[in-house]
């Protein structure tokens, strides 16, 4: 169970690196009338990146490694915040991941597509910063 602990957290790095790319690649080919395989495989590997995610903190939360006794939650900071902030916030930031980069697929103009996706993962990344469980924050997860 511990390597699973370790693999989310440590590919969180690789998430959001590659969230990184696909933000810069998009907003530095706004305005530029190609949108090339390369982009799309960097949006795509993205998106998948974020779903291995999503699976191995799945695995983590109905694993037995949290326990979900009535009250338990409120009175402890660490379940509260994962089981009220950081997986409604993952979660909310994964779908728009997963449609930004489908409406960005469905758009005709390749500015559009870069515009799209863009908007959509800047958002996702917000949300994602957000929902980490940063050690400053004091929550000892």
Do not use: C
């Not at 799209?116 to 800047?122: D, F, N, R, T």
């Amino acid at each position: 169970m511990e390597i699973l602990i370790y693999a989310h957290s440590g590919l969180r790095w690789l998430a959001l690196t590659l969230l990184l790319i696909a933000i810069i690649n998009a907003f530095s080919k706004k305005g530029k009338s190609l949108y090339e395989k390369k982009d799309k495989m960097i949006n795509l590997f993205t998106m998948i990146s974020l779903h291995i995610q999503l699976l191995l903190g799945l695995i983590l939360t109905f694993n037995g490694k949290i326990a979900f006794k009535e009250g338990w939650i409120t009175n402890n900071p660490q379940m509260r915040f994962l089981l009220m902030e950081h997986i409604p916030l993952m979660l909310i930031a994964l779908v728009l991941v997963t449609v930004g980069r489908k409406k960005a697929e469905k758009a005709e103009a390749p500015y559009s597509k870069h515009q799209l996706i863009a908007k959509w993962y800047l958002i996702a990344l917000i949300l994602i910063l957000a929902a980490i469980p940063w050690s400053f924050r004091g929550l000892n997860i």
